[in-house]
């Protein structure tokens, strides 16, 4: 079935590194894109959104990448910080580049930054 | 603002009995989404509900389990005779009405459901 992947499972970076979370998507359909983070014990929380009709954006020391030639996002944090350190996950929907829908969830990123 | 409500964030229940799930979105929302989080996997779509309407449930096992959204007061995520693969942690999420342009869905911190 179609489904949205990560490509690295665990990333570890030093305080004030960039960091860069990849991630796979299988659905050509798919027209909206976003990533969360999630922290142990809490819910997703919304980090940066994406349709398909744009190939980046940015936003405060984030910044999202879509290639659809490949199918693949990414997501570029400026000057990590320990309080990044969360699990990452992409998802995508086709609700006519809006996340009025059902969201597909990629298995999600493990980032751990160390001072 | 306060945030999506869910409660109870943690729920014991015994198999073969039914647990509820009560989720309050955010003021002026009303779209709501549940989903299942497995341990160490990425959340799997259940449920969307408008008000008083069941939109796409294509993700919500067909027997013991059902969702609401009333009028009044929060939807409900309703799971009946209870079985061990049902623990899991379930997350609500809303957004508000289509065309106050488009919004990320939000989530609330979910309830940890653990079948003895």
């Known amino acids: 079935g179609e489904s949205v992947g990560l490509h690295l499972p665990t990333l570890s970076v030093q305080e004030g590194d960039n960091s860069i979370i990849n991630c796979a998507y299988s659905?050509?359909?798919?027209?909206?894109f976003i990533w969360y983070k999630q922290e142990s014990g809490k819910g997703p929380q919304f980090i940066i959104d994406?349709?398909?009709?744009?190939d980046k954006r940015q936003g405060q020391r984030v910044t999202v990448l879509l290639n659809k030639t490949v199918k693949h996002l990414s997501l570029q944090i400026a000057a990590t910080q320990p309080g990044d350190s969360a699990v990452y996950f992409c998802?995508?929907?086709?609700?006519?580049?809006?996340?009025?829908?059902?969201?597909?969830f990629g298995q999600g990123t493990i980032l751990t930054v160390h001072p | 603002n306060a945030g999506v409500m869910q409660n109870p964030r943690h729920l014991v229940r015994r198999r073969g009995q039914e647990a509820r799930l009560r989720c309050s979105p955010m003021?002026?929302?009303?779209?709501v989404y549940w989903y299942r989080q497995l341990p160490e996997e990425g959340l799997k779509f259940m449920v969307y509900?408008?008000?008083?309407?069941?939109?796409?449930e294509s993700g919500m096992p067909k027997e013991r389990f059902s969702a609401e959204f009333p009028k009044e007061g929060p939807s409900i995520l309703r799971i009946q005779q209870v079985v061990r693969g049902d623990s899991a942690a379930y997350f609500c999420?809303?957004?508000?009405?289509?065309?106050?342009?488009?919004?990320?869905?939000?989530f609330g911190d979910g309830t940890r459901l653990s079948i003895l």
């Open positions: 999420a809303s957004s508000p009405p289509s065309g106050q342009g488009n919004q990320p869905q939000h």
């Open positions: 659905n050509s359909a798919s027209d909206y």
């Open positions: 994406i349709r398909s009709n744009m």
């Open positions: 998802a995508e929907s086709n609700a006519g580049g809006t996340s009025y829908g059902k969201l597909t």
């Open positions: 003021k002026g929302h009303s779209h």
């Open positions: 509900l408008q008000k008083e309407n069941i939109i796409d």
